[in-house]
């Protein structure tokens, strides 16, 4: 392999592994057929929909994203109480249910995020042009209402079609760095009149929402993101960036829009598709490890109880925070998608501290979205379960399953670029932490840079947690194999 073609052999491994995990890259002819005939946003009908494109709405997402799903707005009410508004591209007025379209969404059931291409759900023409939420665009939309009072906990909701317009399209590190004070313009906000106090005042509102969030023993996480630096083809390094006060304020807004929604399909007798992470069966292992640090868990799982052991760990050990984080994620194990009967007792979010949640905020992105979404508009307009629970039943069971392909597709591609860069450190000794362990191998993480790769000597009776040096000793770009032999 020469060197300028890094991005390339990237797109064949990610394709490569899609196909094999059943994903389909391409969108066959027939899909296209039907898109041919899409040639406009979906036209805004005042009988059944609010006009709201006079509201500030702005977007806030990465610095290349075009698949724009969610904008928000705040405004002040009496007695302290804020308004908050999040609007969802309404995708399903233009994707209808057994569309040819639709059917290759259901297939996948995510956009597929590699380093080197992203694989849409949905044809971009739509996903990035006509059912995005594009700047300075007026666009169909479901709004999700909620008044927030000045605890953080939101008094009452509703939720209802719109029009509305994107004033501002707005990026995480840009606007983190305008809200911490680090750059004193934001040209983007300042130019539209008004928008600069409006974001000051949604910051704030998410702030409480957080701390309420944490209060109830939501767990907070320091996750890493890398990011590939290509020059023209080549990869040069994967740049990391951490959560900040951005996407913070995103994330806040988005779990209290899941949570509304859910509680919204119950209140009208709908079923759901819920978002679930069950009681971590690993709960053993994360009291031993919080042991190990100094911290007493609780012998059965608790969620708030492990929330005071993320913010000890956060104090007395800044430094390894992220690799912490990462090993209890890795121990909670990931969520799954279940139907929600109303009068059934729902099973919860352990993460998120919440019994009520669903995933509704990225439609463009997400099939599981989609869904709700169209659960949604028939119960706002009075019209029947369009789903049977049948049906939902076997939604929910493929998106998990097709979830976790495209995680491992993703991952893959991201251990083949991590492949490419060690690819001359071979030899090297690293500070490593275990990040996992199973009986199908031990699975290392290196403090730096943030590569993960596999113990192939000396990983007997070590525990995810447990820090270490490693040796690099193999690298294999086709196949993402990063192998370290342990240290004495």
């Known amino acids: 392999m020469t060197k300028n073609?890094?991005?390339?052999?990237?797109?064949?491994?990610?394709?490569?592994?899609?196909?094999?995990?059943?994903?389909?890259?391409?969108?066959?002819?027939?899909e296209i057929s039907e898109l041919n005939k899409i040639l406009l946003p979906a036209a805004y009908n005042p009988e059944t929909a609010k006009d709201m494109r006079d509201l500030l709405w702005c977007s806030v997402d990465n610095a290349d994203s075009l698949d724009l799903d969610?904008?928000?707005?705040?405004?002040?009410?009496?007695?302290?109480?804020?308004?908050?508004?999040?609007?969802?591209?309404?995708?399903?007025?233009?994707?209808?249910?057994?569309s040819k379209i639709d059917n290759h969404a259901s297939q996948n059931t995510a956009s597929v995020y590699t380093i080197a291409r992203i694989f849409p759900m949905l044809p971009e023409k739509l996903s990035t042009n006509l059912t995005s939420l594009c700047?300075?665009?007026?666009?169909?939309?479901?709004?999700i209402e909620m008044t927030i009072g000045n605890d953080g906990k939101v008094q009452q909701s509703d939720i209802y079609q719109a029009i509305v317009h994107n004033h501002a399209k707005l990026q995480y590190m840009r606007l983190a760095a305008w809200l911490d004070g680090k750059v004193p313009d934001y040209p983007e906000i300042t130019k539209v009149n008004g928008l600069a106090e409006n974001i000051k005042m949604q910051d704030h509102i998410a702030q409480m929402m957080k701390k309420l969030r944490y209060e109830h023993g939501a767990l907070e996480f320091e996750r890493i993101e890398a990011l590939p630096v290509f020059d023209g083809d080549t990869l040069k390094e994967m740049k990391v960036e951490q959560k900040n006060r951005a996407t913070d304020?995103?994330?806040?807004?988005?779990?209290?829009?899941?949570?509304?929604?859910?509680?919204f399909l119950t209140g009208?007798?709908?079923?759901?598709?819920?978002?679930?992470?069950?009681?971590?069966?690993?709960?053993?292992?994360?009291?031993?490890l919080a042991s190990e640090h100094g911290f007493s868990l609780s012998e059965e799982a608790d969620s708030k109880s492990l929330s005071e052991y993320l913010k000890f760990i956060r104090q007395k050990d800044p430094l390894n925070f992220v690799d912490m984080s990462i090993s209890v994620l890795k121990l909670l194990g990931s969520g799954e998608y279940v139907v929600d009967i109303p009068g059934e007792i729902p099973e919860g979010h352990f993460g998120l501290a919440v019994k009520?949640?669903?995933?509704?905020?990225a439609p463009n992105r997400r099939f599981p979205d989609l869904i709700t979404q169209r659960l949604l508009k028939s119960a706002i307009s009075g019209k029947p379960v369009p789903y049977t629970l049948e049906q939902l039943g076997q939604i929910a069971t493929h998106c998990t399953m097709k979830e976790d392909d495209v995680k491992k597709v993703e991952r893959q591609v991201e251990k083949s670029a991590n492949a490419i860069l060690m690819k001359s450190r071979i030899g090297e000794t690293f500070d490593a932490i275990v990040s996992g362990a199973s009986p199908k191998g031990t699975w290392i993480r290196l403090l730096k840079p943030h590569v993960e790769g596999k113990l192939v000597a000396g990983?007997?009776?070590?525990?995810?947690?447990?820090?270490?040096?490693?040796?690099?000793?193999?690298?294999?770009?086709?196949?993402?194999?990063?192998?370290?032999?342990?240290?004495?």
């Open 70 to 98: 969610q904008l928000s707005f705040a405004e002040s009410l009496e007695g302290g109480n804020v308004r908050l508004l999040v609007a969802i591209a309404d995708v399903d007025a233009l994707v209808g249910a057994k």
């Open 135 to 143: 700047l300075d665009s007026d666009r169909c939309a479901i709004v």
């Open 459 to 488: 990983f007997k009776e070590l525990k995810v947690g447990e820090k270490l040096k490693a040796r690099l000793t193999y690298i294999n770009v086709e196949s993402g194999f990063i192998d370290f032999e342990k240290v004495q």
């Open 356 to 361: 009520d949640y669903t995933h509704s905020t």
């Open 268 to 288: 009208k007798q709908f079923p759901s598709l819920r978002r679930v992470v069950r009681v971590p069966k690993q709960w053993d292992r994360i009291v031993e």
């Open 249 to 263: 304020l995103i994330e806040d807004f988005m779990i209290a829009a899941n949570g509304t929604t859910a509680r």
């Open 5 to 30: 073609v890094d991005r390339i052999t990237l797109q064949d491994i990610a394709r490569k592994a899609m196909i094999s995990r059943g994903l389909e890259p391409d969108f066959p002819d027939v």
